[in-house]
């Protein structure tokens, strides 16, 4: 065999020029597995119910964004296969060309009236419209300024924009300031989630709505986990603080109370008409699937027609932070249907997580980087549908766990 093919092929790479190395040293993941405290890609056999079924065992979900409890609601499925029926499976290609279908121009209009902006414009993801949106708008000569804790898709919108990116302190209106007053004379815009995922705090919407006018800077709202949870009529975060004139661009996506996935965006006409031409991440994706979009527009309805799902959320809400810190747990700054329990080591949030699995109950675990390190937690996140029964087990498990653990 020639001595030049072996040098030249791939195997024959050095390890430490191989960029591959990297893939090989990563070993945490395998000995979490070894000690049976591996929480990341669990097998679901069923819907996303506030039970759902693992190795044929029911368990109690409270890991799930399912806030409304929509994704197995009969209208929903049915809207989807009848959109299947006339449509098809998918739509082979972007919105830009062929992938436009009439119900996507139709649930783009109802979105907008929703949000009650002028427009709206839907992407196959929700990480796709902060990627398509943020890389759009801002270029090398502009300031971008992001909440330390705002979600991964913004940062990487972020860093697709080749703009400046300034970090201001968790929800610190004087750190923002500060930032703002630096950068008088640039183009900006803030960007900050409505309700934080992990924390399930809500940003302080009225003081940077205030900022934001008096630094001459624009304003956009990643409203995730706040549409269909916040709000008289669920609207999200500017409708809870009667500020929705006031916020540029509100983001949403549809995997969590819209029972689907996808996402859009919404706002000035001329605003959306331009990131419909230069979003990337919309361009170049294939457009979302007709079932997808059926299933948001029944979503829609469903929320506007039952309000008391919004309602039995939020005393279930109430019920499970008053339960947790009556058994001595930390919920941090939490005031939304997202309720972590701060635990702090990464090892003993794992060990916490899987105790909880054997008592029956599905949370999840958080750690670096989703969370700074040393503050690991378990996040907790509730359904209209759940029971009192199901929430009272929940709440013996945490005990249960909490106390074997000494974390109460």
């Not at 949000?115 to 502009?142: C, H, P, W, Y």
């Not at 900006?188 to 003081?207: A, H, Q, R, T």
């Not at 990337?280 to 979009?293: C, D, E, M, Q, T």
């Not at 469903?302 to 499970?320: D, F, G, K, V």
Request: proline share 3%; aromatic share 6%; glycine share 8%.
């Amino acid at each position: 065999m020639d001595s030049g093919l072996v040098q030249n092929s791939p195997m024959a790479v050095e390890k430490n020029m191989d960029i591959f190395d990297k893939c090989y040293k990563f070993t945490k993941a395998k000995e979490l597995m070894a000690a049976g405290m591996y929480p990341y890609f669990r097998v679901i056999e069923s819907a996303q119910d506030p039970e759902v079924t693992i190795d044929g065992r029911k368990m109690i979900m409270v890991g799930s964004n399912n806030y409304l409890g929509l994704t197995n609601h009969p209208k929903i499925k049915e809207a989807a296969l009848e959109a299947i029926r006339k449509y098809g499976s998918g739509c082979a290609g972007s919105r830009f060309l062929n992938g436009t279908l009439d119900i996507h121009v139709k649930l783009e209009e109802k979105l907008a009236s929703f949000i009650r902006k002028e427009a709206a414009l839907v992407f196959s993801t929700g990480f796709q419209v902060n990627l398509g949106v943020i890389s759009s708008i801002t270029g090398k000569d502009d300031i971008i300024i992001i909440d330390k804790m705002d979600h991964a898709s913004i940062i990487d919108g972020c860093r697709l924009s080749h703009s400046e990116v300034r970090k201001f302190k968790h929800n610190d209106m004087a750190d923002l300031e500060r930032i703002l007053k630096e950068n008088v004379s640039k183009k900006k815009i803030i960007v900050v989630d409505g309700v934080f995922s992990m924390e399930g705090d809500i940003v302080n919407l009225p003081e940077v709505v205030a900022l934001a006018k008096k630094y001459n800077s624009r304003l956009m709202v990643d409203d995730a986990h706040g549409i269909g949870v916040l709000g008289k009529t669920g609207r999200g975060t500017a409708e809870h603080f009667g500020l929705e004139k006031e916020v540029d661009l509100i983001m949403g996506t549809y995997s969590k109370s819209l029972a689907s996935i996808g996402g859009f965006i919404a706002g000035e006409e001329k605003v959306i008409h331009y990131i419909k031409h230069f979003a990337r991440a919309l361009i170049f994706s294939a457009s979302p699937p007709p079932a997808s979009i059926a299933a948001v527009n029944a979503a829609l309805e469903i929320i506007e027609n039952e309000p008391e799902r919004i309602e039995r959320l939020w005393a279930i809400t109430r019920m499970m932070l008053e339960g947790f810190k009556s058994l001595g747990f930390e919920t941090g700054t939490s005031e939304t249907p997202i309720i972590p329990i701060l635990v702090g080591d990464d090892l003993l949030a794992f060990k916490m997580t899987m105790m909880l699995q054997e008592e029956g109950v599905f949370a999840n675990v958080v750690v670096s980087p989703a969370v700074p390190s040393g503050k690991a937690l378990i996040r907790t996140s509730y359904m209209a549908t759940h029971t009192d029964e199901q929430l009272d087990k929940v709440l013996k498990a945490f005990e249960k766990v909490g106390k074997a653990l000494g974390i109460i």
